[in-house]
């Protein structure tokens, strides 16, 4: 389960594709100034990178929200109709998604891309379990271990230790 709270359903579906839109933009921003930089004359590489980032940025960030939109509303639908949030959820929404983008260049493509989609998803939705896991192993209630009084006197104090009071 996860430690936050999200939003409802229909406000989810626009908060992930803004999320999506602004990951795409960033990430294609900075992929475009690389590209522009690389393919502009030597005298030209800021004014191409620039060119290039206002070209493609927001081209891609629209393709990274149309997947957040649609993989979000599969999603919710999923979880109507299951009635459960877990993550077989996520993984189905992912290869459903792919499905659905891929569909305009035949079946073949369609499943390949669900699968890959489901596969990513998977992977995400395990590489998540096994970090909770692990991080939550260092919240599980340890007994402290606290000396039998009884033994501690029947034992005496170790042979290197010595008293700072005088014996009596």
């Known amino acids: 389960m996860e430690d936050f709270q999200r939003e409802p359903c229909p406000w989810r ?51 990274f929200a149309v997947w957040g939109g649609l993989y979000s509303t599969f999603d ?22 792919g499905a659905v983008l891929a569909a305009r260049n035949g079946v073949k493509a369609s499943i390949g891309a669900a699968i890959a989609g489901g596969v990513i998803l998977a992977v995400i939705e395990g590489v998540g379990i096994s970090i909770n896991r692990a991080v939550s192993e260092g919240y599980k209630p340890v007994i402290p271990q606290v000396p039998d009084p009884a033994q501690l006197n029947q034992q005496g104090p170790p042979s290197s230790y010595q008293s700072p009071y005088p014996p009596q």
Request: with cysteine; glycine share 16%; charged share 15%.
């Open 13 to 63: 579906i626009m908060e992930d594709c803004g999320a999506a839109f602004a990951m795409g933009c960033i990430g294609g921003g900075i992929f475009s100034f690389w590209k522009g930089y690389r393919n502009s004359p030597m005298g030209s590489r800021v004014s191409g990178s620039l060119s290039a980032v206002k070209a493609r940025a927001p081209v891609l960030g629209g393709n």
């Open 76 to 97: 919710c639908a999923l979880i109507a109709v299951r009635d459960k949030e877990d993550p077989w959820n996520s993984i189905a929404s992912g290869a459903i998604t």
